[in-house]
């Protein structure tokens, strides 16, 4: 069984920027800590999949080419900070063209996990918006919301579906599934 954390990537690992997207890699600033959490959640055997959407793609904002140079600016900083990604997975489209891989709807878990043992019952998904924790409970992952993207915590009252836990941030969230998960 693989042990796997999911995250989202603007507003966990970097600063979600003025105007919401991440258009070069000028834009991506690591948000303080991700880099140390994401180093310790691998030293304790965890794999980590990056799971986001990205509809300014499909919004022509930028192009699927500057998101691959955002995501390889992403991992080799990662990389070089003793931390590595299994895989990362994003949903270009938008809201509007009804795609089965834009969160909340699941399909990124499904492509992300197609030939893993994955018990979603054991799994984290760690995200800063309702999309994220509808998404994660739709798929059966424990959900973790963190307050370092735009979702305020009062925000939460007016959720349906709630998260399991909240937290400061991924550092924060990091700290405490170790500690929860014994590992």
């Known amino acids: 069984m693989n042990k796997i954390i999911f995250l989202d990537r603007d507003g ?15 834009d991506f600033e690591f948000l303080p800590g ?3 959490a994401i180093k310790k959640l691998n030293s304790r055997g965890y794999d980590i999949i990056v799971i986001s959407n990205q509809a300014g ?3 022509g904002l930028y192009t699927k080419e500057d998101l691959k140079k955002v995501n390889a600016k992403m991992l080799s900083e990662i990389k070089r900070a003793g931390g590595r990604i299994r895989s990362t997975h994003y949903c270009i489209h938008r809201d509007e063209d ?6 909340p709807k699941v399909g990124l878990f499904r492509q992300a996990t197609e030939g893993l ?3 979603f019952k054991e799994t984290f998904f760690i995200g800063d918006k309702r999309t994220d924790i509808e998404a994660g409970k739709r798929i059966g992952c424990r959900t973790i919301l963190v307050l370092s ?3 305020k915590k009062d925000d939460v009252l007016s959720w349906q579906i709630k998260p399991d836990y909240i937290k400061k941030d991924l550092k924060e969230a990091v700290d405490w599934i ?3 998960d014994k590992g």
């Open 178 to 180: 170790i500690v929860e």
């Open 98 to 103: 009804n795609c089965l891989c834009r969160k």
């Open 57 to 59: 793609i499909a919004k």
């Open 34 to 36: 991700s880099l140390s």
């Open 149 to 151: 993207g735009n979702t």
């Open 12 to 26: 966990v690992i970097n600063k979600d920027p003025e105007g919401g997207y991440v258009k070069s890699p000028e």
């Open 117 to 119: 043992s994955v018990d």
